[in-house]
C-alpha cells in the first residue's frame, strides 16, 4: 500500500486548499479500508484532523468542524481534504492514513506542508 499526498502549499488567512491522498495498492470498493487525515505542527502533538470509514461516515476535530470536508472517490482511490476559511493556527504537516480494518494494518504517506500566512 501507497499513499501519497498532494496539494499543499501557502495560503493567506480565510483562503482555501485541497488536499488529496492518492492510494494505490489497496480498493476502497472493498470496505476494508478507513482513512484519516492528520496534521502536526512545530513543537506540538500530532491531531486527528478527519476521518471517513469504510462505508462512508466522515468524522472531524473540533478545531475543523465547518470548515473541512473529507471526501473519496471509489473510482480513482482518492481521499480529499477540502480547507475552507483556513486559519494560521491550521499551519502543519498533513498526513493521509489508511486503516485495514480487518487485521489493524495501517499505512501513512510522507505529508505535504500547509502554511498559512499573511
Known amino acids: 500500500v501507497q499513499l501519497v499526498e498532494s496539494g499543499g502549499g501557502l495560503v493567506q488567512p480565510g483562503g482555501s486548499l485541497r488536499l488529496s491522498c492518492a492510494a494505490s495498492g489497496l480498493t476502497f470498493s472493498s470496505y476494508s479500508y478507513s482513512m484519516k487525515w492528520s496534521r502536526q505542527a512545530p513543537g506540538k502533538d500530532g491531531e486527528l484532523v478527519a476521518g471517513?470509514?469504510?462505508?462512508?461516515?466522515?468524522n472531524y476535530a473540533d478545531s475543523v468542524k465547518g470548515r473541512f470536508t473529507i471526501s473519496k472517490d471509489v473510482v480513482k482511490t482518492t481521499v480529499d481534504l477540502q480547507m475552507n476559511s483556513l486559519k494560521p493556527e491550521d499551519t502543519a504537516v498533513y498526513y493521509c492514513?489508511?486503516?485495514?480494518?480487518?487485521?489493524?494494518?495501517?499505512?501513512w504517506g510522507r505529508g505535504t506542508q500547509v502554511t498559512v500566512s499573511s
Open positions: 471517513i470509514s469504510h462505508s462512508g461516515i466522515t
Open positions: 492514513s489508511a486503516r485495514n480494518r480487518w487485521n489493524g494494518n495501517e499505512y
